[in-house]
């Protein structure tokens, strides 16, 4: 109970950062306006699905490596000195996970609803908030890590462009198979299990990580 509250002082935290900086957000969220839009002009909406929901996953994917780079990037070195002496580490990055899959949550539900209105090749809205949802849980499970990784390499944020696309490929494909399943009405069920395994493999060598990172 006592870390529990803990991890939701700390997504308080964040979210009153956030809401600080909410022009950051909102700068994302008309860059994906616009990508979406030059998508659909280009190809228009008689494009074949898998292209079209490939478009997704990418306008999708270039989202979560801004808004997740900023999570502990943007800290300073004061707040993580404060953080160090009132956080155990394992709260601290469980709190950055939940915070950046929440924040992912409603850009992928946003990006989404664009889709839904733009493409009409027949995707249902259900469709789309299922496969960004599981996105979302992705991309925020493997690119808090890498954030974790920057932050601790002095903010460097080429190393967050250099580790984050490699190491998404592997839920990208996944997320992919999983998207050509739920279209066609295929048993998906076995790449939604492997897509959640890969999310909780990559949370717990986050916390096993993340203590040798926090001690530097």
Same mark, same amino acid.
């Given at each position: 109970?006592?870390?529990?509250?803990?991890?939701?002082?700390?997504?308080?935290?964040?979210?009153?950062?956030?809401?600080?900086?909410?022009?950051?957000? @909102? %700068?994302?969220?008309?860059? *994906? $306006?616009? /990508?979406?839009?030059? !998508?659909?002009?280009?190809?228009?909406?008689?494009?074949?699905?898998?292209?079209?929901?490939?478009?997704?996953?990418?306008?999708?994917?270039?989202?979560?490596?801004?808004?997740?780079?900023?999570?502990?990037?943007?800290?300073?070195?004061?707040?993580?000195?404060?953080?160090?002496?009132?956080?155990?580490?394992?709260?601290?990055?469980?709190?950055?996970?939940?915070?950046?899959?929440?924040?992912?949550?409603?850009?992928?539900?946003?990006?989404?609803?664009?889709?839904?209105?733009?493409?009409?090749?027949? @995707? %249902?809205?259900?469709?789309? *908030? $299922?496969? /960004?949802?599981?996105? !979302?849980?992705?991309?925020?499970?493997?690119?808090?890590?890498?954030?974790?990784?920057?932050?601790?390499?002095?903010?460097?944020?080429?190393?967050?462009?250099?580790?984050?696309?490699?190491?998404?490929?592997?839920?990208?494909?996944?997320?992919?198979?999983?998207?050509?399943?739920?279209?066609?009405?295929?048993?998906?069920?076995?790449?939604?299990?492997?897509?959640?395994?890969?999310?909780?493999?990559?949370?717990?060598?986050?916390?096993?990580?993340?203590?040798?990172?926090?001690?530097?």
């Amino acid at each position: 109970m006592i870390y529990l509250r803990q991890i939701l002082k700390l997504l308080r935290t964040d979210f009153r950062i956030e809401w600080r900086e909410k022009h950051q957000f @909102f %700068s994302l969220l008309l860059y *994906i $306006t616009s /990508s979406s839009f030059i !998508a659909y002009m280009m190809l228009k909406s008689d494009v074949a699905p898998r292209i079209s929901i490939s478009v997704f996953w990418i306008v999708l994917g270039f989202g979560a490596v801004t808004i997740t780079s900023r999570s502990l990037i943007r800290e300073t070195s004061h707040r993580f000195v404060f953080y160090y002496q009132m956080t155990p580490p394992t709260l601290l990055i469980v709190s950055k996970i939940l915070f950046n899959c929440i924040l992912l949550t409603i850009i992928s539900w946003f990006t989404a609803w664009l889709f839904d209105l733009l493409f009409q090749n027949g @995707f %249902s809205i259900r469709y789309l *908030i $299922t496969i /960004s949802t599981l996105g !979302a849980l992705a991309f925020g499970t493997t690119l808090t890590l890498i954030a974790g990784i920057s932050a601790s390499a002095q903010g460097n944020a080429a190393i967050m462009a250099v580790l984050s696309f490699p190491l998404m490929l592997p839920q990208l494909l996944i997320l992919i198979r999983v998207s050509e399943a739920l279209l066609i009405s295929a048993e998906s069920g076995r790449y939604i299990l492997t897509s959640l395994l890969v999310d909780g493999i990559t949370l717990v060598l986050s916390i096993v990580l993340f203590q040798f990172l926090w001690k530097e």
